[in-house]
T-cell receptor, first 117, second 109 residues
Framework: DTAVSQTPKYLVTQMGNDKSIKCEQN?????MYWYKQDSKKFLKIMFS???????INETVPNRFSPKSPDKAHLNLHINSLELGDSAVYFC????????????????FGPGTRLTVL | GQNIDQPTEMTATEGAIVQINCTYQ??????LFWYQQHAGEAPTFLSY????GLEEKGRFSSFLSRSKGYSYLLLKELQMKDSASYLC??????????FGPGTRLSVLP
């Protein structure tokens, strides 16, 4: 009964390969996110999806593409992997609420550690 | 641009009180969140402020001053398990969040 799950947990691959990371949430939340946490532990938002619509695409290379088959899933596909893509990728979800009703705290998945060789 | 500052590291003693500060300069403000992240794990939500003042949740409290672009997280009765990184995050609008660099707290016996 994990709230937000990601697969795989570890991913080691060669430069130039294409890979996907899957994410599922069973919380019934409206919005899902992808974050990248680099070696300096900086957590940066990459994408968010609300009701299957892309809301944000922070200056992320177009080699990265989010795909949401339904409200409970947001997968991350990465083409032509580069060394600099090595990081931990976190998926998260949140329930839309008015700011005066608690905001919308995010629930994070366990992370996927991607290593590009 | 968006800028959030936090001290890089702090050390405190078990049973003590520690205050972790966060200052922000962002293009919008729609709430400030604190998360805890243990090494090798995912961030977990601690607290949320959208209006000025103090929010208390057990051993944890968070304060916000919007006019000063300032928040702090107060941890009381520190326990060894509180050793972790603490992340300040600002919601700048819509579904966009900016995270600070995090403060690594070490609790010593």
């Amino acid at each position: 009964d994990t709230a937000v799950s990601q697969t795989p947990k570890y991913l080691v691959t060669q430069m130039g390969n294409d890979k996907s990371i899957k994410c599922e949430q069973n919380l019934g939340h409206d919005t899902m996110y992808w974050y990248k946490q680099d070696s300096k532990k900086f957590l940066k938002i990459m994408f968010s999806y609300n009701n299957k619509e892309l809301i944000i695409n922070e200056t992320v290379p177009n080699r990265f593409s989010p795909k949401s088959p339904d409200k409970a899933h947001l997968n991350l596909h990465i083409n032509s992997l580069e060394l600099g893509d090595s990081a931990v990728y976190f998926c998260a979800s949140s329930q839309d609420r008015a700011r005066d009703r608690g905001g919308n705290e995010q629930f994070f998945g366990p992370g996927t550690r991607l290593t590009v060789l | 641009g968006q800028n959030i500052d936090q001290p890089t590291e702090m050390t405190a003693t078990e049973g003590a009180i520690v205050q972790i500060n966060c200052t922000y300069q962002t293009s919008g403000f729609n709430g400030l969140f604190w998360y805890q992240q243990h090494a090798g794990e995912a961030p977990t939500f601690l607290s949320y402020n959208v209006l000025d003042g103090l929010e208390e949740k057990g051993r944890f409290s968070s304060f916000l001053s919007r006019s000063k672009g300032y928040s702090y997280l107060l941890l009381k009765e520190l326990q060894m398990k509180d050793s972790a990184s603490y992340l300040c995050a600002v919601k700048i609008g819509g579904q966009n969040f900016v995270f600070g660099p995090g403060t690594r707290l070490s609790v010593l016996p």
